[in-house]
């Protein structure tokens, strides 16, 4: 039978560190109220200069996973791209990551799934990769917050959550009667919560879609209801997490490591508490880079890869996450 395995990983965060104090001068803020909230100690965001899109993170990411697997950018059969920040309105990320890699005609889809969006990738190219429609497949998340986010008192409350990012995985199949690759997956979507974590303008619904008064109503930048979508994570998170878990007949013993997305420390600290986890298996990088959404388990998973917390072989790790749809969901994977 045809299984999807992990080839390569990597990962890529902006030089440019941006601590909690550093935001004191933007906006009525503190380090102590920061990480109170959030668990937040400092972000990488781009250069202040500019001229840096998602593609751009996605490709120095793509560089390192694609080293890492031994294939040439020539090997891949498809692209998946998923952020919420795409370099252009249109046409999609993915297609100018295509031709950054110096491919002339390898297709490349676009998903934007915000903090679910690797959950939804893997499963995407576990789909092209059972039906045979694919061998070889770079997923990749890469988001660029900073350019997109308000630089000021009313805004604080999203800025300082958001950082920039990417991390890159490369997808084989592979025929083996093994109990490897994605083991359960349980993907959702309700979008009643859809105004809870947004941002309205410009949209095709608003005509014409921007205007000098949508900007000065802040309303190009993201919103966010704070209460709703922490309520909804960590009732949500455990939830799937236990589909999973009974879909694939195992238990949190068989679980060598436990990723969420990092979308805010102390709701991964609930989501631990009630899935009664050690320390050391569930893994948190939030305290340095901030919530990079469609990034944030990749890169997590390259780290933890790369610190050797898991075994090289038959390693089995939990992914789970909540985001902006909203969209939640929850997969287990297992390395050959």
Request: some cysteine; hydrophobic content about 40%.
């Amino acid at each position: 039978m045809k299984k999807m395995v992990i080839k390569g990983t990597g990962r890529y965060l902006p030089e440019r560190i941006v601590t909690n104090d550093d935001l004191t001068k933007f906006m009525d803020t503190s380090d102590e109220w920061i990480q109170q909230r959030t668990g937040i100690e400092e972000r990488r965001w781009v250069s202040e200069e500019g001229n840096i899109g998602a593609s751009d993170l996605g490709l120095e990411a793509s560089k390192i996973a694609l080293s890492r697997a031994g294939w040439v950018p020539e090997d891949l059969d498809l692209i998946i791209f998923g952020t919420l920040s795409p370099d252009l309105f249109f046409p999609g990320s993915g297609c100018l990551l295509q031709s950054k890699l110096g491919l002339k005609s390898t297709p490349a889809i676009d998903i934007r799934q915000q903090c679910t969006g690797f959950l939804y990738g893997m499963e995407i190219a576990d789909a092209y990769i059972k039906s045979g429609h694919a061998s070889r497949i770079l997923l990749v998340g890469a988001e660029v917050h900073s350019t997109g986010l308000e630089m000021a008192t009313r805004g604080r409350d999203v800025t300082v959550i958001f950082g920039d990012g990417a991390g890159a995985v490369c997808l084989e199949g592979v025929e083996t009667d093994e109990n490897v690759g994605l083991l359960a997956a349980s993907l959702h979507a309700q979008g009643d919560y859809a105004e809870a974590l947004m941002v309205e303008a410009p949209a095709s619904r608003l005509n014409p879609r921007i205007t000098h008064e949508m900007i000065d109503d802040g309303r190009v930048w993201p919103k966010m209801d704070g209460r709703n979508v922490f309520k909804l994570a960590v009732k949500r998170l455990p939830e799937v997490s236990q589909v999973v878990l009974d879909k694939a007949g195992l238990t949190l013993d068989d679980i060598d490591m436990v990723i969420p997305h990092q979308a805010n420390l102390r709701i991964n600290q609930f989501f631990q508490k009630s899935m009664n986890l050690p320390d050391e298996k569930i893994y948190n990088n939030i305290q340095k880079y901030g919530n990079t959404t469609a990034g944030s388990i990749p890169i997590a998973l390259d780290e933890v890869i790369e610190k050797k917390l898991i075994p090289k072989e038959k390693g089995t790790i939990l992914f789970a996450g909540l985001g902006a749809g909203v969209t939640w969901g929850a997969m287990i994977f297992r390395f050959m």
